[in-house]
């Protein structure tokens, strides 16, 4: 629609009839408490308390929490951070109406306490202004770091747990009559192993695990069982030899046994075997051979043993010395050919470790070393190839004692045996210590340290910027529309001046506005629709939030007044 001339334009007035006040302004300490900022400050205490009741609820625990104690962290430290800036907020309001309330308050001190409450850096190139708000700021902004400090305060880590546990094992007291072998001949010598010790052969030469399902163990577990065992009784003395080929000659070229070992056994005495074992422990061409003797006799031991799951070892820390007897087996025989208890297990014994090596002068090239058996090589006691040299040609060789591993090996195979031998009958309960490397929780109370520091730090400088609510004589916000009408916009006018956002809302939330550009024609508003002229005299232009209808689009290049 184009301006006539020598027509008006359609002007309106807004004049300013104040309508009668209808909110009492009621200050005071609790009817403007400020419940939700404050509690939401008490809201974040409480998270860090519950932050530090999961990390002592969970620290040692064994890994089955449904949900990791990180992820109850991971909301405790957002929950708190999230209550400090709302608080915040709240408090900024708070402190922007105090603010506007005291005496000397410039239009820029309201802006830089609305500024500093919403930007962080505003709020910390603050300079000479700085104020409670802009420290407040800072401190709610930092909250945040609180997340990744409390989640490191909480890790999984593997750990040995104790714990007395009841066992159910199967291993037999004593060996049946003939497990082990079959004697033949007038002589009744052990002539083949049973099927079943062939086995247990095989298991020992191979080293394979000794299995013993369904015990109840589920980590490593230590206990004592009682099987079939060997009772030891040794004893040692001292032969004399002479390895110098004389003065000769005639020369001394006899040869003398620097090493033997081997086992012996009699079906006539069935419950025992025999380890003999010889061998020359110094340098000295002249001297005395060590002689040990060990009678192993059957019986009813208690093993330590160690159980991983579902195999069962003895106790790599213990001897035959740690076995405690309980009792001797008494062992049955047979008058002629049959099956041998203990028979088989010194035939295996015999026949895996009987060795023997012997020297002797021979002449110009010296001294001759003879063996047999691999056990006679394996116990030389050289330091190295040319030692090994030297002690084949010449009379200092000598010889580590291998009675202890040789005891120790017929130990494991008749612990094996037991095991091989137990049926339904030779089940027994047994008390065992379980140590079970789980997975755990572990809490760093340092890290818990620090995030409730920052989280506090958050709570004890938003804190102030709440003080003096008890001035306020309503509920504030920093509502545009609740500033507008302290402000007193034209549009807002005529209402009730001391009504809270909801009351604004209430009596003017329905009416239309438009921000734009309005125009006045002798102080008179001109519709939007109507063209006005650049050069018309007597015009104000100004850009604000008015009624639509007196509201335009503002123009490209144009300028507007105050």
């Avoid at 620097?258 to 000295?284: G, M, R």
């Amino acid at each position: 629609m184009s301006f006539l001339p020598g027509k008006q334009p359609i002007v309106q007035s807004t004049p300013y009839n104040p309508v009668e006040t209808r909110t009492t302004w009621t200050t005071g300490f609790f009817s403007r408490f400020p419940w939700g900022g404050i509690s939401a400050l008490i809201g974040a205490v409480l998270c860090a308390a519950a932050s530090t009741a999961i990390l002592l609820a969970s620290d040692g625990k064994v890994n089955d929490w449904r949900l990791q104690p990180t992820v109850y962290l991971a909301i405790t430290s957002a929950l708190s951070s999230i209550l400090v800036h709302y608080a915040l907020s709240v408090g900024v309001s708070n402190s922007w109406w105090r603010k506007a309330m005291k005496e000397g308050t410039t239009v820029n001190d309201l802006h830089r306490y609305w500024e500093y409450g919403n930007s962080l850096w505003s709020a910390t190139l603050a300079g000479k202004h700085f104020n409670l708000v802009a420290l407040a700021t800072i401190m709610a902004s930092i909250t945040p770091v609180s997340g990744p400090l409390i989640q490191r305060a909480s890790s999984v880590v593997a750990q040995e747990l104790n714990r007395n546990i009841s066992m159910t094992v199967n291993m037999s007291p004593e060996l049946p009559f003939g497990f082990t072998g079959i004697i033949s001949g007038r002589g009744r010598s052990v002539a083949v192993l049973t099927s079943n010790f062939s086995s247990v052969m095989r298991d020992y030469n191979n080293k394979a695990s000794t299995n013993m399902s369904n015990t109840g163990c589920k980590g490593t577990c230590s206990a004592v069982i009682q099987g079939a065992g060997l009772a030891m009784n040794c004893s040692q003395r001292t032969i004399p030899f002479d390895l110098r080929p004389g003065s000769g000659p005639p020369f001394n070229f006899n040869q003398t046994k620097v090493f033997s070992s081997n086992f012996t056994y009699s079906e006539s005495i069935p419950d025992s075997i025999q380890l003999n074992v010889q061998y020359k422990a110094t340098p000295d061409c002249v001297g005395d051979l060590v002689v040990s003797t060990c009678l192993l006799r059957a019986a009813v031991v208690k093993y330590p043993v160690v159980f991983r799951n579902d195999s069962v070892t003895l106790n790599p820390n213990s001897s035959i010395t740690d076995d405690k007897l309980e009792r001797y087996t008494k062992v049955g025989t047979t008058a002629s050919i049959g099956g041998t208890t203990l028979g088989g297990l010194y035939l295996a014994l015999d026949n895996r470790f009987s060795s023997a090596a012997g020297t002797s002068f021979s002449g110009a090239v010296g001294y001759t070393l003879q063996t047999n058996g691999s056990l006679a090589t394996e116990y030389v006691a050289t330091a190295d190839d040319k030692a090994a040299y030297n002690a084949a040609t010449n009379c200092t060789i000598t010889f580590f004692d291998p009675t202890a591993d040789l005891v120790a090996a017929a130990r494991e195979i008749m612990f094996r045996t037991a095991i091989r031998a137990a049926n339904s009958s030779t089940i027994q309960k047994v008390q065992a210590t379980e140590v079970a490397v789980r997975t755990i929780y572990r809490s760093h109370y340092l890290f818990l340290g620090l995030s409730i520091l920052v989280t506090m730090l958050g709570v004890v400088f938003v804190a102030p910027i709440f003080g003096g609510w008890w001035h306020l004589g309503r509920s504030m916000s920093m509502s545009p529309i609740e500033t507008a009408k302290a402000f007193s916009a034209p549009l807002l006018k005529g209402h009730d001046s001391n009504a809270g956002m909801k009351g604004i809302l209430k009596e003017v939330g329905t009416k239309d506005l438009r921000y734009g550009e309005v125009v006045r024609v002798n102080g008179g508003g001109v519709r939007g629709d109507v063209y006005i002229p650049p050069d018309t005299p007597n015009t104000t232009r100004t850009l604000e939030m008015a009624n639509p209808a007196w509201v335009r689009a503002p123009q490209e290049g144009s300028r507007y007044s105050g």
